[in-house]
């Protein structure tokens, strides 16, 4: 069974750094569109970034725009989000998940466009 594995989070202080990774198991990132999302209590899941499969394409929700970056590893088979300027409206549960298309050249943070993901991981951004 595909397994997406979340990595990475933890408790930063405002205008901290962290980095998340995303791996996999048993399966290949490399031929398909990876997203980031994240739900703070009380809200719905959003898109926060995602990254095409040639990584050619990324894309950024307004919010992050400047401060968080999507990478992929091909030889480690790893997505990361490396998150700098957070902010306290950052705090969430971040997850990572798989695009339904593969080789997809282009890439969008809609949910409805995903259909493998991860447990998530906790990011807390408090002083």
């Known amino acids: 069974q595909v397994q997406l594995v979340e990595s990475g989070g933890g408790l930063v202080q405002p205008g901290g750094s962290l980095r998340l990774s995303c791996a996999a198991s048993e399966f290949t990132l490399d031929l398909y569109a990876i997203g980031w999302f994240r739900q703070a209590p009380g809200t719905e899941r959003e898109g926060v970034a995602c990254i095409s499969s040639t990584s050619d394409n990324t894309y950024y929700v307004d919010s992050v725009k400047g401060r968080f970056t999507i990478s992929r590893d091909y030889g480690r088979n790893t997505v990361y989000l490396q998150m700098n300027s957070l902010k306290r409206e950052d705090t969430a549960v971040y997850y990572c998940?798989?695009?339904?298309?593969?080789?997809?050249?282009?890439?969008?943070?809609?949910?409805?466009?995903?259909?493998?993901w991860g447990q998530g991981t906790q990011v807390t951004v408090s002083s």
């Open positions: 998940a798989t695009d339904r298309v593969a080789g997809a050249p282009f890439c969008a943070v809609v949910e409805d466009a995903y259909d493998r």
